[in-house]
């Protein structure tokens, strides 16, 4: 079985195409139990996030795989494959493992190492679980990937100062407003990345918090928290012209701020700017308010100027991170080698076993008379000329490199031995890691 990995990300794909790709949460289970209906992938995982969509699949043909994966992409964004394909990245086994090991770590977000992004890969794949798509090698792989970024994140300081999306859209504001004391602030949803754009701003001299969300009591919530003001969405039009910073970050699948709504605050305005931050994915604030006078629109893209600007204290430790991670991913490497090396070595004792046995049968039929001295002296001679005979090729298969080369003396001892082996069954095994 290999590991593939596919996806893109900040890096790869802009914001116009990974929001065109972004999976609410409740349609998660059907891609993935849809997947693994493919003979070609045997369990999947999807991530996704605001800078990234990534899907992991556990599979015995990666060239297959990978191409349906990528029909996958194609679909989800209503484009051509050719379109979609080269802002794909795809891994296989050792580089995949390496990849989300890095991904998990923080070392691959846009602000390296942030810690949000190891909480979204849990989900991932607590998700993946629940969808019955998560067997033994995915449970093994995501145990190890946790263990991998908690040992990175404790025994560096690559997540230690790190700054965030939201530090980030401060930053930003304050090269609009040379001062943010006194300003007030509109943030549209009250989720996590709300709660810590109304910290970075309260903490830089900002006085008021506006609080607009679909959900008027998860307002309040956090509005309670700043000493701010609750709203619905359908009452920001109302309060917009109030804001001199906007920072959303909703869960929309549509534009929660139109170009109408922020001319009318404009006017209301007067001229005083307004600082407004898009850092969902999929998109609220339509790009088409960048083109209304005194409105300076930035959406998550345009934070990349300011955290390479803030990446730099960190990279040291990136690197002694990484040193960490290649540990991890050589304990895992021999572990999913030994899946396929274990049974092949048994399936071959076994194999030679009863060949033995068979020819001694038969032989005895030509040895009558022989005392059960002689007779265990004959039988002790086939076991030791077995052993002495598999001994080279059992050696081999214990030592085999985790490469390519190892899969050719894996698939070459399958063929001159003429064995099979049996798959594992990964809804029993995703059933049981669900039950534990």
Same mark, same amino acid.
């Given at each position: 079985?290999r ?5 893109? /990300? ?13 999976? #609410? ?12 209906? *493919?003979? %070609?992938i045997?369990?999947?995982?999807l991530? %996704? ?17 990978i ?14 494959i ?7 990245? %795809? ?6 493992? *390496? ?6 770590? =923080?070392?691959? %977000?846009?602000?390296?190492?942030e ?33 991998a ?5 404790s025994?560096?300081a ?5 700054v ?16 943010l ?15 810590l ?17 679909r959900?008027?009591d ?9 000493e =701010? ?17 906007v ?11 139109? #170009? ?6 404009m ?6 700017p ?10 609220d &604030? ?13 959406? &998550? ?7 390479q600007?803030?990446?730099? /204290? ?14 991890e991913?050589k ?37 009558? =008379? ?9 039988e002790?001679?086939? *076991? ?53």
């Open positions: 079985m590991i593939c990995h596919v996806g893109l /990300n900040h890096k790869t794909a802009p914001v116009e195409l990974r929001e065109r790709l972004a999976v #609410p949460e409740k349609d998660i289970a059907a891609i993935l139990q849809k997947k693994i209906s *493919r003979p %070609s045997r369990e999947a995982a991530l %996704s996030t605001c800078n990234r969509v990534e899907m992991t699949v556990i599979t015995h043909d990666p060239d297959t795989a191409a349906l994966v990528h029909e996958w992409f194609a679909s989800k964004s209503g484009m051509d050719e379109q979609v394909s080269p802002h794909l990245y %795809s891994y296989t086994t050792d580089d995949a493992v *390496r990849h989300l090991y890095a991904v998990a770590s =923080g070392l691959d %977000s846009l602000v390296l190492g810690p949000q992004i190891l909480g979204q890969v849990k989900a991932s794949y607590e998700q993946a679980l629940a969808a019955g798509t998560a067997g033994h090698i995915l449970h093994r792989l995501y145990q190890s990937t946790f263990s970024a908690k040992r990175a994140r025994e560096t690559i997540g230690k100062q790190s965030n999306i939201s530090s980030c859209a401060v930053e930003l504001a304050k090269r609009i407003f040379d001062d004391t006194g300003k007030t602030v509109m943030l549209i949803g009250a989720g996590e990345m709300a709660e754009a109304a910290r970075h701003l309260c903490g830089n001299g900002c006085s008021d918090i506006l609080v607009a969300n959900t008027l998860r307002a309040k919530n956090l509005a309670v928290e700043f =701010g003001h609750a709203l619905t969405l359908e009452q920001l039009p109302d309060y917009l012209d109030s804001a001199d910073i920072i959303s970050s909703t869960g929309a699948s549509t534009y929660v701020l139109l #170009p109408d709504t922020v001319k009318q605050a006017k209301k305005r007067k001229g005083r307004m600082f407004l931050v898009d850092i969902a994915v999929p998109r &604030i339509d790009p088409r308010i960048a083109d209304i006078d005194g409105a300076y629109v930035y959406d &998550i893209d345009d934070l990349q100027q300011v955290v600007g803030n990446r730099n /204290n960190r990279e040291k430790e990136s690197l002694q991170a990484r040193d960490i991670l290649e540990e991913e304990h895992f490497l021999h572990w999913l080698k030994s899946l396929e090396t274990v049974p092949l070595i048994r399936s071959l004792q076994q194999q030679i076993e009863g060949l033995r046995e068979e020819e001694w049968v038969k032989a005895q039929r030509y040895l009558k =008379g022989l005392s059960p001295e002689q007779s265990e002296a004959v002790r001679f086939g *076991r030791s000329l077995m052993k002495r005979f598999l001994h080279p090729t059992l050696r081999t298969l214990k030592s085999m490199p985790d490469d390519m080369e190892g899969d050719l003396l894996m698939g070459a001892t399958r063929k001159l031995f003429d064995l099979e082996i049996k798959a594992i069954n990964v809804k029993k095994d995703a059933n049981e890691h669900k039950a534990g």
